[in-house]
């Protein structure tokens, strides 16, 4: 791990934003949390790029959509982290020192494992492996996600009729869920989500989707949740 680390911190810049200038404590903590992913997998599905941009917190990025009717509707997206395709990691430092952070989420975690997914593509929540495996894992992922959407909707349709899902009185009934709600965007999101609870509270998602911990053991090559935790394969 501390050679994993060095590498890294070799081959990658981190820039600051905003007056914040990322000092040697911002660089190891970055460093070592998105090393952990790739522990047993190498460097390698990050070579794709070398800047990490540190914001001092939340950051707004604008957005635009078309509508089926083609209006172009445009937004800001407030965002702790973004990862893009074959360009820089972003990250807000209060979100990764946990300051503004739910305690089972890692958004190191969350962006590196979007890194890992886009390796071989646009993010679908496969990272690359062999074409034998691919489809079994499609299958699995999908399945997860299929149930979790389920357990979201029935969730949401139990809820108070003048409950504003956005509100923050809402974070009581979708505590109860086994990952962040985000996790329902899509299939890309779900996978970054189910990585951070993998590697944060790896007993929680082997317990809701044991078929897609055993997975992401089997990816990753590691078993967080210990032998007495994990399903059987």
Known sequence: MRDLVAQFLSSKTFTGTHGLEPDDIMRLTIAAQACLPVLHLGLQPYDDFVEIVVYPSAFAVSRSITDE????????????????????????WEDVAGEAADPVANVVIHEFAHKLDMSDGEADGCPPMPASRRAAWLRTLGDAYDAFVDQVDRLEASMPADLDPEAPAADAWYSRLPLDPYAATDEAEFFAVACEVFFVDPGRLAEAFPGLYSALAAYYRMDPAGPSARPAA
Do not use: F, I, N, T
């Open 69 to 92: 009717d083609g209006l172009v509707h445009e937004y800001d997206d407030v965002l702790s982290g973004e990862a893009m395709h074959q360009g820089p990691v972003v990250l807000s």
